[in-house]
């Protein structure tokens, strides 16, 4: 029934080695969302995607990038992880006009 | 690792008590508001929404109360359980956007 789905859902990598996070969805929602989230904090967006139409947050760094092959699926690149980004990772999708967002669960990444 | 956060304002009720969560939303233009829980490990789970043409909307044991006047969004919670205890944001964003600007959260405890 789960209809955010990411994987997996704890990620632990090296200081500075890429890792992919991935998303997938079965609501066929045009929008897919990544947000950043810390410990007692609300989550931050980083980016989203309207259909194909990336659309990156002014603060979001470059060391993050995203990827969205099809509706279903979006995936989120962190290149060159450094400690500041330990987080829990979580995608969201979304219909245009007054309808919420659906999260995932969230994946944990944690670096070493 | 992550970096220290902000702790979050907590609301301690008993079991059975009727909860209100406060939150004070920044843009007037806001016409769209929705409040998430968060269970710990999980991500945010759609509860109740409130467009700006409404004052009152309720749900099963949940009631959102808007206030454009003050921009004030409440959630009252009636009856409290247990499986209530969960950090809920509030979230707002304005039809033509499709990105939503969450406040800050609030830790409810529930006790037996």
């Known amino acids: 029934d789960a209809m955010v789905i990411q994987n997996p859902r704890y990620q632990v990598t090296q200081f500075g080695k890429p890792v992919t996070l991935s998303c997938s969805q079965t609501?066929?929602?045009?929008?897919m969302y990544w947000y950043q989230q810390k410990s007692s904090q609300a989550p931050k967006l980083l980016f989203h995607?309207?259909?194909?139409?990336?659309?990156n947050e002014a603060d979001t760094p470059d060391n993050f990038q995203s990827r969205r092959p099809n509706t279903s699926f979006c995936f989120l690149d962190i290149r060159s992880p450094g400690l500041g980004d330990a987080a829990m990772y979580l995608c969201?999708?979304?219909?245009?006009?007054?309808?919420?967002?659906?999260f995932g669960d969230g994946t944990r990444l944690s670096i070493l | 690792g992550e970096s220290v956060g902000l702790h979050l304002p907590t609301l301690s009720v008993q079991e059975g008590d009727n909860s209100i969560i406060n939150c004070a939303y920044s843009?007037?233009?806001?016409?769209?508001f929705i409040w998430y829980k968060q269970e710990s490990g999980k991500g945010p789970q759609f509860i109740i929404d409130?467009?700006?043409?409404?004052d009152k909307r309720q749900g099963q044991r949940v009631t959102v109360l808007l206030n454009k006047t003050v921009k004030h969004l409440s959630l009252q919670i009636a009856a409290t359980q247990p499986g209530d205890s969960a950090v809920y944001f509030c979230?707002?964003?304005?039809?033509?956007?499709?990105?939503?600007?969450f406040g800050t959260g609030t830790r409810l405890l529930v006790s037996p």
């Open positions: 409130i467009r700006s043409n409404m």
């Open positions: 609501l066929n929602h045009n929008v």
């Open positions: 979230a707002e964003t304005n039809t033509g956007f499709q990105k939503l600007v």
């Open positions: 995607y309207y259909d194909k139409d990336f659309n």
């Open positions: 969201a999708t979304g219909k245009q006009g007054n309808q919420p967002q659906h």
């Open positions: 843009n007037s233009a806001s016409d769209y």
